[in-house]
C-alpha cells in the first residue's frame, strides 16, 4: 500500500545518509508495528538534538549495535511525530520536510504547525 505525505501525494524520501525510516528503507513509513509513528522527517538542528537528548532520546550518540551512527546537526530524520509535538509545544521544534513527512503524522500534530517549521514550502 502506497503511502503519502501530509499533501496526499507520493511520500518522497527523508534521508539515506543516514538511513532512516521505521524500516530503515529513507522514507518515513509507517506499520501497526511502528507504535512511535516515526513519519516526520525533519532536519536536526544542535538545539532540537539537545532537547531531545535532555527529554531522553539521545539522537547524537552512535550506537554502533543497532547501526545508529548519531546525528548530526542539519542531518535529516524519521521523527516520532509525538516527539515533535511535544518540542513544538515547548517552542523547540526542528524544521520539516513536508513531502517527506507521513501523512499518518497529521493524526498527532496539525498541517498548519508542521507548516509553521516547513523548509520546501514554496
Known sequence: MEQLNVFGEALEPCSTDPLTGFTRNGCCETGPADLGSHTVCIQASQAFLEFSRFRGNDLST?????????????????????????????????????????????????????????????
Open 62 to 122: 552512535p550506537m554502533p549495535d543497532y547501526g545508529f551512527p548519531g546525528l548530526k546537526p542539519d542531518d535529516s530524520w524519521c521523527l516520532c511525530a509525538r516527539r515533535w509535538q511535544e518540542a513544538f509545544e515547548l517552542q523547540m521544534a526542528p524544521p520539516v520536510y513536508l513531502r517527506s513527512t507521513n501523512q499518518k503524522s497529521l493524526e498527532l500534530v496539525s498541517l498548519e504547525d508542521l507548516k509553521k517549521h516547513a523548509l520546501d514550502l514554496e
